[in-house]
């Protein structure tokens, strides 16, 4: 399994990706700093499973999302967001988002998005 992690923080990152491997230790991880990125490593890598920020610089976890359901309709992407960004939730969900994580983010909460997604 490959999984994508994208987010601006390189401290998200590396706990996003200590989690996944904590949860999956067989899985690729990919890393994306931004959503401009997180699209064209998607056109490279076709990860199975995409864990998004919504807000980032340069593009945005709902813009890239947008792009990438648009690339590839059977794309699985979680976005991840503090609170207070509900109406960035609903497009998201809108945009076909696969299910959505609350920061700060939880081991258990990574695992039983990654156990669903095998399914």
């Given at each position: 399994m490959k999984i994508m992690i994208c987010d601006d923080s390189m401290f998200v990152r590396k706990k996003m990706k200590d989690a996944v491997i904590a949860a999956a230790p067989e899985a690729e991880v990919v890393e994306a700093f931004d959503g401009q990125q997180a699209v064209?490593?998607?056109?490279?890598e076709k990860?199975?499973?995409i864990f998004m920020d919504?807000?980032?610089?340069?593009?945005n976890g709902v813009e890239?999302?947008?792009?990438?359901m648009a690339i590839d309709k059977t794309a699985k992407v979680v976005m991840a967001s503090s609170v207070g960004t509900q109406e960035n939730l609903k497009q998201a969900i809108l945009a076909g988002?696969?299910?959505f994580l609350q920061?700060?983010?939880?081991?258990?909460d990574v695992a039983k998005i990654i156990s669903k997604a095998i399914k």
């Open positions: 064209e490593k998607y056109k490279e990860p199975d499973l919504i807000i980032m610089p340069v593009k890239a999302l947008t792009e990438i988002a696969y299910d920061k700060p983010i939880e081991n258990d």
